[in-house]
């Protein structure tokens, strides 16, 4: 099993700058990705950005040029920058990490609000 955590999410002024984390543990061995979720409010969650135990990243669309996703295997930790934020990126961002054969693992998440 693999437990994630994350933190850093709150409230923040559109184009102002969030960076949330995701500590791993457990059996992080079995890790082949990691990457962040969002779910906004009567919305189905969506993917926003992938890491690969490689360092390879996807985003989604909407964020690009403004997020950026990033790992520290040393404190086995994937962040999430994120900049010149919108009203439109409230959500509850969750960690995910891919187990591969065994499956999913996701945190509990975080709650993000750009409001002025």
């Known amino acids: 099993q693999v437990q994630l955590v994350e933190s850093g999410g709150g409230l923040v002024q559109p184009g102002g700058s969030l960076r949330l984390s995701c500590a791993a543990s457990g059996s992080i061995q079995s890790i082949v990705g990691m990457g962040w979720y969002r779910q906004a409010p009567g919305k189905q969650r969506e993917l926003v950005a992938t890491i690969t135990t490689s360092g390879s990243t996807n985003y989604v669309d909407s964020i690009k040029g403004r997020f950026s996703i990033s790992r520290d295997d040393a404190n086995e930790t994937v962040y999430l920058q994120m900049n010149s934020m919108k009203l439109e990126d409230t959500a509850v961002y969750y960690c995910?990490?891919?187990?591969?054969?065994?499956?999913?693992?996701w945190g509990q998440g975080t709650q993000v609000t750009v409001s002025s």
């Open positions: 995910h990490a891919n187990l591969g054969i065994r499956g999913f693992s």
